[in-house]
């Protein structure tokens, strides 16, 4: 029978994956577990799933090239998410592994998250709160609405699409930068990076972390933003210089910051942004609601099912090159 590892920690395996995917992928295959509550390295990997046909990796689960050198018997890496970059794709076509990856299952979740600080931060709700609970006097102080204020949105994908028709519903107005995407959509503004943060009340970045986004939002980006914005990255902590904005916020032009994401490990927000009295954190959970993970999760058993009954999967990287699992299944196109 094929054997699946799963490499989700102890700990994570409920939040991350559920009990609904691993009843299914138990119906599928004999799969084994992540047996500790760390993150496991590549060797201990390697020593784990020696006789493995397929890995669920969890987001911290390096896919390298030792690890795919080490397992002669794997055949594909799953990746239970759509960010794979804790995977050598080009080691992995080398060796023939078949690399896939999760659809956005948390488009509504983090939509909802970035609404909810962007309220939190215009009511001064979090720092009432944290007054309150500290037992100090609490002013009350003006708040600001949404409703009429701009919205910029910069990365137009599956998120932000969803996000600017809630945004709609509740009266902004709304900007959008994307050089390679175009919205299609009269209501929706679609400008440069520059007239978005002289515009925006809200910014928000929702783009891809790529070689061309590294530190997007930098000195200069933040110096253009219209004075007493809002800034907040949902996306990913490598859009951001993080001492530009924490030079930003203590200059007092910004008038605030909320950040699901930053440059700490696990893709959490640092710990020197995070203490900043103005910015609003939290722990990467913006995709972290059942409906996201279960979506994620059981896309990825379907994708599993496919492997082994030789289907390219929905979500597959290197289908050409992955000859290992060509020879185990044989191939034919997705149904």
């Not at 597959?316 to 034919?332: D, I, K, L, P």
């Amino acid at each position: 029978m094929t054997t699946v590892f799963v490499s989700h920690p102890r700990t994570s395996l409920g939040h991350y994956f559920g009990a609904r995917a691993t009843a299914a992928l138990q119906a599928l295959a004999d799969v084994r577990f992540n047996p500790g509550d760390t993150d496991l390295s590549s060797r201990e990997l390697a020593a784990l799933a020696q006789d493995c046909d397929v890995i669920i990796s969890y987001r911290q689960t390096q896919g390298d090239e030792a690890l795919f050198a080490a397992l002669p018997r794997l055949k594909a890496f799953v990746r239970c998410a759509i960010d794979i970059r804790n995977i050598d794709v080009p080691a992995a076509s080398r060796h023939g592994v078949l690399v896939t990856q999760a659809s956005a299952g948390f488009i509504a979740s983090v939509s909802e998250w970035i609404i909810g600080v962007m309220i939190d931060l215009s009511r001064h709700i979090s720092a009432s709160a944290a007054l309150y609970h500290a037992g100090r006097p609490v002013a009350p102080l003006m708040g600001r609405e949404l409703r009429g204020a701009t919205l910029g949105v910069i990365g137009y994908g599956q998120i932000s699409r969803y996000l600017c028709d809630v945004a709609l519903a509740l009266g902004m107005r709304i900007v959008v930068h994307d050089p390679y995407t175009r919205t299609g959509r009269q209501e929706l503004v679609q400008t440069g990076l520059a007239p978005l943060l002289a515009e925006a009340d809200y910014v928000v970045c929702l783009a891809a972390a790529t070689e061309a986004t590294e530190n997007l939002m930098n000195a200069q980006a933040f110096a253009l933003m219209k004075p007493g914005a809002f800034f907040i990255n949902a996306s990913r902590g490598n859009l951001v210089d993080e001492s530009a904005l924490l030079a930003a916020l203590d200059a007092g032009t910004m008038a605030g910051c909320a950040v699901d994401v930053g440059r700490a490990p696990d893709q959490m927000p640092s710990p020197r942004v995070a203490a900043h009295p103005r910015v609003i954190a939290s722990p990467h959970i913006g995709g972290l609601t059942p409906p996201a993970v279960e979506h994620q999760a059981l896309e990825t058993v379907a994708q599993v099912a496919d492997i082994l009954q030789g289907c390219v999967p929905q979500g597959a990287v290197n289908a050409a090159q992955a000859h290992r699992w060509q020879q185990a299944f044989g191939t034919t196109q997705p149904a």
